[in-house]
T-cell receptor
Framework: NAGVTQTPKFQVLKTGQSMTLQCAQDMNHEYMSWYRQDPGMGLRLIHYSVGAGITDQGEVPNGYNVSRSTTEDFPLRLLSAAPSQTSVYFC?????????????FGEGSRLTVL | SQQGEEDPQALSIQEGENATMNCSYKTSINNLQWYRQNSGRGLVHLILIRSNEREKHSGRLRVTLDTSKKSSSLLITASRAADTASYFCAYGVTGNQFYFGTGTSLTVIP
């Protein structure tokens, strides 16, 4: 199994551009989430989903959109990138029916907004 | 903010010594977990302790939880150079949300 796969690993954007960070998992996990990691800030929850068709906001949702059309995929969209969105983004998933169980993480996507 | 805090922010020890890091959080939790992150990599789950547990062991790891003080500690015994990494606490709250602490950077000197 591949686990949680994130693409791209690196991306440079100009202010105002849009892009989508992809996340896919092959473990049949119902729970998926996106975090951003900034130096000295730990990980902050952006959006999460408890199943296909269900999404909700986390702690820092502004400037980001998500959708969950399938169990496997949970893309994160930046509509109009800003320098403040320069960060490392992690996607994570959790076992079915256990929203408070172990999180499985992707390897991260490093985004730079100029 | 629901984000927890960890201390120390950085810890440097000699191989064979024990490493202790602490996590404080702000709200009622369902469980508390500890994760490890090697430089430039994703996080890997280490251990989970439920809110009705006070102590848990896994190999060289010992975790304690004090819900009255909203705090947890992670002890790594007999540390190795390969333990060098950042360590994060994470806790589940209602609504299926997980929040993380700010992390402790551990350096184990051979």
């Amino acid at each position: 199994n591949a686990g949680v796969t994130q693409t791209p690993k690196f991306q440079v954007l100009k202010t105002g551009q849009s892009m989508t960070l992809q996340c896919a998992q092959d473990m049949n996990h119902e729970y998926m989430s996106w975090y951003r990691q900034d130096p000295g800030m730990g990980l902050r929850l952006i959006h999460y989903s408890v199943g296909a068709g269900i999404t909700d906001q986390g702690e820092v949702p502004n400037g980001y959109n998500v959708s969950r059309s399938t169990t496997e995929d949970f893309p994160l969209r930046l509509l109009s990138a800003a320098p403040s969105q320069t960060s490392v983004y992690f996607c994570a998933s959790s076992r079915p029916g256990q929203g408070h169980g172990e999180l499985f993480f992707g390897e991260g996507s490093r985004l730079t907004v100029l | 903010s629901q984000q927890g805090e960890e201390d120390p922010q950085a810890l440097s020890i000699q191989e064979g010594e024990n490493a202790t890091m602490n996590c404080s959080y702000k709200t009622s939790i369902n469980n508390l977990q500890w994760y490890r992150q090697n430089s430039g990599r994703g996080l890997v789950h280490l251990i989970l302790i439920r809110s009705n547990e006070r102590e848990k062991h896994s190999g060289r790891l010992r975790v304690t939880l004090d819900t009255s003080k909203k705090s947890s500690s992670l002890l790594i015994t007999a540390s190795r150079a390969a333990d060098t990494a950042s360590y994060f606490c994470a806790y589940g709250v209602t609504g299926n949300q997980f929040y993380f602490g700010t992390g402790t950077s551990l350096t184990v000197i051979p």
